[in-house]
C-alpha cells in the first residue's frame, strides 16, 4: 500500500507544475496571463454550471474529471495557443508522449484510467469529451471578451478565426451556447475589426 500512495503522492507533486504553465489567454480582468490549473479548474466549474446546455445527455462527473486531466500533458508540452501557428502532428507527438510520462508516474489501474479518459477527450467521439472540448473553447472566449480580447489582439485572431477554430466545437456539443457566445463574438469583432 506504501507504495501506491507513493506513487499517487508523486503524480500529484507533479501535477503541481501545471499551476506554472502560463497560457496566451488572460484572466477576464486582463491582469496577467492565467496558468493552466486555474484553465482546468475554471472550465470544470464552467461544465457544471452550462451542463444544461448540452445537445446530448452527458455524464457530467466524467466531463469534469476529463478536464481536470486535460491540459495536464502542458507540464512538459506546455500550452499551444489556439490561435498559434504551432504544427499540429508535432504538438499531438508531444502531448502523447507527456501522457505517457505523466500519467504513468500513478499505479497501473489509475494510469490506464486516467490516460483512457485523457484519449477519450484528445479523440472527441464521445457526447461526454464532445461537450468537454466546447467547454474547453468557451472559457477562454469569455475571457477575452471581458478582457478586450485581448489575446485575440495578440495574435491577430479574426472572427473567422474564432468560428472555425472554436464555433464549430463549440456548436457541435452545445449549440444554443454557441449561439449566445456567436452574438458576443459579432459584437466585438463589430466594433474593434476583424
Given at each position: 500500500m506504501?507504495a501506491r500512495?507513493?506513487?499517487q503522492l508523486a503524480f500529484?507533486?507533479?501535477?503541481?507544475k501545471l499551476?506554472?504553465?502560463?497560457?496566451?489567454t488572460?484572466?477576464?480582468d486582463g491582469?496577467?496571463?492565467?496558468n493552466?490549473g486555474?484553465?482546468?479548474?475554471?472550465?470544470?466549474?464552467?461544465?457544471?454550471?452550462?451542463a444544461?446546455h448540452?445537445?446530448?445527455?452527458?455524464?457530467?462527473?466524467r466531463?469534469?474529471r476529463?478536464?481536470?486531466?486535460h491540459?495536464l500533458?502542458?507540464i512538459?508540452?506546455?500550452?499551444t495557443p489556439?490561435?498559434?501557428d504551432?504544427?499540429?502532428t508535432?504538438i499531438a507527438?508531444i502531448?502523447?508522449?507527456?501522457a505517457?510520462r505523466?500519467?504513468g508516474?500513478?499505479p497501473?489501474?489509475q494510469a490506464?484510467?486516467?490516460r483512457?479518459?485523457?484519449?477519450e477527450?484528445?479523440?472527441?467521439?464521445?457526447d461526454d469529451a464532445?461537450?468537454?472540448?466546447s467547454?474547453d473553447?468557451?472559457q477562454?472566449?469569455?475571457?477575452?471578451?471581458?478582457?478586450g480580447?485581448?489575446?485575440w489582439t495578440?495574435?491577430?485572431?479574426?472572427r473567422?478565426?474564432v468560428?472555425?477554430r472554436?464555433g464549430?466545437?463549440?456548436h457541435?456539443?452545445?449549440p444554443?451556447?454557441?449561439?449566445?457566445?456567436?452574438?458576443?463574438?459579432?459584437?466585438?469583432?463589430d466594433t474593434?475589426?476583424?
Amino acid at each position: 500500500m506504501t507504495a501506491r500512495i507513493n506513487a499517487q503522492l508523486a503524480f500529484l507533486t507533479e501535477a503541481d507544475k501545471l499551476k506554472s504553465t502560463l497560457r496566451a489567454t488572460t484572466l477576464c480582468d486582463g491582469s496577467r496571463r492565467e496558468n493552466s490549473g486555474e484553465h482546468s479548474w475554471h472550465i470544470a466549474l464552467y461544465a457544471m454550471v452550462l451542463a444544461e446546455h448540452t445537445n446530448r445527455p452527458v455524464n457530467i462527473d466524467r466531463v469534469i474529471r476529463m478536464l481536470l486531466i486535460h491540459d495536464l500533458v502542458e507540464i512538459d508540452a506546455g500550452d499551444t495557443p489556439i490561435h498559434g501557428d504551432e504544427d499540429p502532428t508535432e504538438i499531438a507527438l508531444i502531448e502523447q508522449a507527456a501522457a505517457t510520462r505523466i500519467f504513468g508516474l500513478l499505479p497501473e489501474d489509475q494510469a490506464r484510467q486516467f490516460r483512457d479518459l485523457w484519449d477519450e477527450f484528445e479523440a472527441a467521439e464521445t457526447d461526454d469529451a464532445i461537450f468537454a472540448k466546447s467547454i474547453d473553447r468557451v472559457q477562454p472566449v469569455i475571457s477575452n471578451l471581458e478582457s478586450g480580447g485581448q489575446s485575440w489582439t495578440d495574435y491577430n485572431v479574426t472572427r473567422a478565426q474564432v468560428e472555425t477554430r472554436v464555433g464549430q466545437k463549440v456548436h457541435r456539443g452545445a449549440p444554443a451556447l454557441w449561439a449566445a457566445l456567436k452574438a458576443r463574438i459579432d459584437a466585438w469583432f463589430d466594433t474593434n475589426g476583424g
